[in-house]
């Protein structure tokens, strides 16, 4: 809950202790409070006479492996940098301390009341509000102070230290200066046909390499899966759907779609009166039962003069158009049909609809199929899901689930916590093989939802740990290694040979690739080429030479110009800003350092 009071009370690294008793109270219960504020539990450090104990580590590892920032097979090593990390926020809060770093009763009020997360919707700080947030996350008031007073003060001598340091105004200049410079220059990519004569790569080259990177060769930790689905649509397949069903389907859809119509209107109120409109229109209703066309019908009898030329026709409606009345007559009615008297506001009608938007059903057949297939297996569906949630938790196997159930029980081959292909690279699927009730404790697990129409429950058959693969399974993936590692070596041999004679005023056929007025920005040139065309001497009459890697390649660079470039005043305060940070931060860095060198710690 007091996740963004930890947010807003930390910088440069500082953790802030709230958030570690939030998330202590989440792990290990209240009386881990105890333990954090007592210094009870093992000790795993002590830092000048303090101690750290296993509860504050492991509390702290806990937290970096639920927010999802560290991933579970790294908990061994993430263990030495949280306590490397704790270590480093005790030597800077005993300096602080030492150093005289102090927060007034008052400085800390403000800090309290000025935080979001205890006022109310006008932004005034709320004292019930206050108390009832940290009571529910395991705090009194007094706890709360105290732990924002410790992180304060760090903050106090980190921003001290930051703003202690400065750039001189001719420092700033010459900063500007290289910055805004630009550098044309050429370059040119060696290969493998410029070597005096190809590599050649021993068993003894594999077998050296090999030892040095094995953990590059390793196979992580792998699963096979024995799993069933339940799929609705597999279900689905298997119902038969007959074209009444169909037929009626798409007529229903129908009902709602646009539509193109057609009418035959008699007017009222005028030299005629309603009875003899309807009687008009029923007389149209007889000829159209003997089997008149419509479209002549509406030519002779219609009193629409803008639709009686073209057969009656409106042209394609949506519902809402002519109103409720018409609406219920064009839309209660299907192709080709025509519907009793309607009466609107400007007389009484006969509709026809002549055409849907939307496909025939010939085009829909398919798809209304499994629609209705679905429908009418989704009882069974359910039924057979909750059956396999029964079976699967009480069952000590997945073999006897697929049989009572008619499933097919399908078995994966070796997959890593990447997960595999098809169903097996579903969201949730890996995080639930390698969870610890299916993996350790080798349950069945729960059912996982891959997605509407399919459930899933699996198992782990076989489990293998990470290893190291032997050298025979992995020979020419280190072979290729090697013969690149070795080539790479042997071009760099090559241009600095080049470069010296470069240097020396000969010169060689090379082709070469210009690029023009490049800044330090680039993106003219690979960035390692640019790089080293930037960390060359400005040029005299003649050019510069040097070489860069970039990746596998080794590349000849020959610097021709230097200019000054264009003024920039946004980039150049960018940098001066960039600039203060990092001379800020290496004033911090610097700080740590001694304080561990003159520190007393043990672990």
């Known amino acids: 809950m007091l996740q963004s009071i930890r947010d807003r009370s930390r910088s440069w690294g500082a953790k802030i202790i709230i958030g570690a008793v939030v998330v202590t109270m989440a792990l290990f219960g209240v009386e881990s409070l105890v333990g954090l504020f007592g210094g009870g539990g093992d000790e795993v450090a002590k830092v000048n006479g303090q101690t750290i104990t296993r509860q504050e580590l492991e509390m702290e590892v806990q937290r970096a492996i639920r927010s999802g920032q560290v991933p579970p097979e790294q908990e061994r090593a993430l263990r030495g940098q949280v306590l490397d990390e704790l270590i480093g926020e005790r030597l800077l809060t005993a300096f602080a301390d030492d150093g005289g770093m102090y927060l007034s ?128 649509q597999e279900m689905a397949e298997q119902v038969d759907v007959g074209d009444e069903a169909i037929r009626d389907a798409w007529e229903e859809r129908g009902r709602d779609a646009d539509r193109r119509v057609s009418h035959i209107m008699a ?3 005028g030299e005629r009166g309603r009875d003899e409109a309807e009687e008009r229109l029923e007389e149209v209703r007889e000829r159209l039962a003997e089997g008149e066309d419509f479209a002549d019908l509406a030519l002779r009898y219609s009193d629409d003069p803008t639709t009686a030329e073209q057969g009656g026709d409106l042209g394609m409606i949506s519902r809402g158009f002519f109103g409720q009345a018409f609406d219920d007559a064009a839309f209660g009615i299907g192709l080709g049909q025509v519907s009793g008297v309607v009466e609107t506001s400007n007389g009484l009608h006969l509709v026809k609809v002549t055409e849907l938007d939307q496909p025939p059903i010939e085009e829909m057949r398919d798809e209304l199929r499994r629609e209705l297939a679905l429908v009418e297996v989704n009882d069974v569906f359910n039924r057979r899901v909750q059956a396999l949630i029964d079976e699967s938790f009480a069952a000590d196997d997945l073999a006897s689930v697929a049989d009572g159930l008619e499933l097919s029980l399908e078995e994966s081959d070796w997959v890593s916590r990447d997960g595999g292909q098809g169903v097996l690279s579903e969201p949730g699927v890996m995080s639930e093989a390698f969870s610890e009730d299916v993996l350790v404790e080798g349950f069945n697990s729960e059912v996982i939802e891959l997605d509407e129409d399919r459930r899933m429950v699996l198992r782990v058959a076989e489990h293998r740990e990470t290893t190291v693969l032997p050298l025979d399974e992995v020979r020419d993936q280190v072979m290729a290694a090697v013969e690149r590692r070795k080539e790479r070596e042997a071009l760099l041999d ?73 003024v920039d005043a946004e980039v150049e305060r960018f940098v001066a800003r960039m600039a203060e940070q990092l001379r800020a931060q290496a004033a911090i860095q610097g700080l740590q350092s001694h304080l561990r060198e003159s520190a007393e710690i043990s672990r």
């Open 105 to 232: 009763d008052e400085q800390l009020d403000q800090v309290i009341v000025a935080l979001p997360e205890f006022q109310d919707q006008n932004g005034r700080f709320d004292a019930d509000l206050f108390r009832n947030r940290l009571a529910s996350a395991g705090f009194s008031p007094t706890t709360f102070r105290a732990a924002l007073r410790i992180d304060l003060k760090r903050q106090q001598l980190q921003q001290g230290l930051a703003a202690s340091d400065f750039t001189l105004e001719n420092e700033q200049e010459i900063l500007a200066a290289l910055q805004r410079q630009t550098r044309s220059f050429r370059y040119h990519v060696l290969t493998t046909d410029d070597l005096p004569e190809p590599v050649e790569v021993s068993e003894q080259d594999l077998v050296v390499y090999y030892e040095a990177n094995a953990e590059r060769y390793q196979r992580p930790e792998q699963v096979r899966l024995e799993y069933v689905i339940v799929d609705r």
């Open 267 to 269: 007017s009222f109120n």
């Open 494 to 566: 090559v241009a600095r040979e080049q470069v010296e004679r470069l240097r020396g005023g000969e010169q060689l056929e090379r082709d070469w690739e210009q690029v023009e007025g490049v800044t330090r920005q680039g993106g003219q040139a690979p960035g390692a080429v640019e790089r080293a065309a930037f960390r060359l001497p400005h040029p005299g009459d003649d050019p510069v030479y040097g070489h860069a890697v970039d990746g596998e390649r080794v590349v000849l660079v020959a610097l021709d110009n230097v200019a000054e470039g264009e």
